[in-house]
């Protein structure tokens, strides 16, 4: 896989985004589908001030990309996405060493990683990439959950 900086949004990364959006939607029990303005926005996003996007292209085509967003010296790994026909072939590993390598040149040892919590995958891909330490969990009211409870620390959560 080759890996390259994108500076503008284009179909290639298009089709990517929609592609995560509908597997937001159904991580966030979203039911619609997504619009062609939902993928507009969230393509043109991943280019705004602090954020830099990673693609990677095998045979030409763009199969994977990533974006950093900078937060003073914190570097967030804002999104990651491989096409799902390309998976297991280690296209996020690379990109992924590829970010790394970005903030250390910046100086900064490590990155931070938002995860959904049952995104398993991505958990066991992190845990192979030595990333396991659970930094801030987010919370928030007033949101549909899947009707469970989970327990952090002693402290219980919807979930
Ligand atoms: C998570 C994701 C980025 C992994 O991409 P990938 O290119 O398939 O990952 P790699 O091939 O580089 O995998 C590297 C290692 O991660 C682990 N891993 C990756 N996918 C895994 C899975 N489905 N189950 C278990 N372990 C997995 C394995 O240890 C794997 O090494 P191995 O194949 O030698 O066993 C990809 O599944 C994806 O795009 N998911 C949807 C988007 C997403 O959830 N992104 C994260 C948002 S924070």
């Known amino acids: 896989m080759q890996i390259q900086e994108l500076v503008r949004p284009d179909a290639g990364l298009r089709r990517l985004v929609g592609l995560f959006r509908g597997r937001l939607h159904k991580m966030n029990l979203i039911e619609r589908e997504v619009s062609l303005a939902e993928i507009e926005e969230d393509a043109r996003s991943h280019f705004q001030e602090g954020k830099t996007v990673f693609g990677g292209y095998a045979d030409e085509r763009l199969v994977a990309f990533a974006v950093?967003?900078?937060?003073?010296?914190?570097?967030?790994?804002?999104?990651?996405?491989?096409?799902?026909?390309?998976?297991?072939?280690?296209?996020?590993?690379?990109?992924?060493?590829?970010?790394?390598?970005?903030?250390?040149?910046?100086?900064?040892?490590?990155?931070?990683?938002?995860?959904?919590?049952?995104?398993?995958?991505?958990?066991?891909?992190?845990r192979k990439k030595g990333y396991d330490a659970l930094n801030l969990i987010e919370i928030t009211k007033k949101v549909k959950t899947k009707g469970k409870e989970i327990e952090i620390l002693g402290n219980t959560y919807r979930y």
């Open 68 to 126: 950093l967003k900078q937060e003073d010296s914190t570097y967030w790994l804002d999104w990651l996405f491989v096409d799902p026909v390309e998976r297991r072939k280690g296209h996020a590993s690379k990109l992924f060493d590829h970010c790394e390598r970005f903030v250390q040149e910046k100086g900064e040892e490590k990155l931070y990683v938002y995860v959904h919590p049952d995104n398993d995958r991505m958990i066991r891909f992190l």
